[in-house]
């Protein structure tokens, strides 16, 4: 079945410093792939999303790029600052499901 | 962009009562809403799907008489956790389909977070 691969956290970086989250995922066809994230206490906001392979998308100064030929959809900013601390969620939706499937999330802590 | 409102956000109730809550699209239309669980640091589990005038869809392993999905309109969906006990306390998003199915996203409301004590 579909599924979604997330590097572990915590990540703790200082401000300034690059970004770099790691997701992979497994699914049959051309699935749309996103990032959300979540800040405490609230619900997922839709950060950045692609629909197609070398597709890339970007936000807010982040950006990801679909790469078909490695699975993959990593996240990454030049320049974090601490209002980016929060929880990155990659996810996917497959061409055959419907159904939007959540890697279990990357903690961001960014200090001053 | 577009809104989704879910209300309550937080609750908290005795074991065996049963709570409701509500999720509300805002500015548009949403014949599909769905149901998710998360637990503390982990991600979120889809428990159903929720269309407009039919029975949800569940997800394998969610009980479908304890947790009762109603969409009786394309604004407004409910999830009824009935009877519930501590370990239904959880933090329960919904989230609603863009109506432009073309763009395959889906819009998030806030959360509610349920406590049974």
């Known amino acids: 079945g579909n599924s979604v691969t997330q590097m572990e956290g915590p990540v703790t970086l200082s401000e300034e410093a690059f970004l770099t989250i790691n997701c992979t995922y497994t699914?049959?066809?051309?699935?749309?792939l996103f990032w959300y994230v979540q800040y405490p206490g609230e619900g997922l906001q839709l950060l950045l999303k692609?629909?197609?392979?070398?597709d890339k998308g970007s936000n807010k100064g982040f950006e990801a790029t679909y790469r078909k030929e490695t699975t993959s959809f990593h996240l990454e900013k030049g320049s974090v600052q601490v209002s980016d601390s929060a929880v990155y969620f990659c996810?996917?939706?497959?061409?055959?499901?419907?159904?939007?499937?959540f890697g279990q999330g990357t903690t961001l802590q960014v200090k001053p | 962009g577009a809104v989704v409102s879910q209300h309550p956000s937080r609750v908290i109730c005795k074991s065996g009562t049963s709570v409701k809550i509500e999720c509300r699209s805002l500015?548009?239309?949403?014949?599909?809403m769905f149901w998710y669980r998360q637990f503390p640091k982990q991600s979120l589990m889809l428990m159903a799907t929720?269309?407009?005038?039919?029975?949800?869809?569940?997800e394998q392993g969610v009980e479908k008489d304890k947790f009762l999905i109603n969409h009786a309109s394309l604004t407004l969906s409910t999830l009824t956790v009935t009877s519930a006990h501590p370990e239904d306390s959880s933090f329960y998003i919904c989230?609603?389909?863009?109506?432009?199915?073309?763009?395959?996203?889906?819009?998030f409301g806030a959360g509610t977070r349920l406590s049974v004590l």
């Open positions: 699914a049959t066809g051309y699935p749309s």
């Open positions: 692609a629909t197609k392979a070398d």
């Open positions: 996810a996917l939706i497959g061409s055959n499901t419907g159904k939007l499937i």
């Open positions: 989230s609603a389909r863009s109506p432009d199915l073309a763009k395959n996203i889906q819009y």
């Open positions: 929720s269309n407009e005038g039919s029975k949800a869809t569940y």
């Open positions: 500015d548009f239309q949403a014949t599909t």
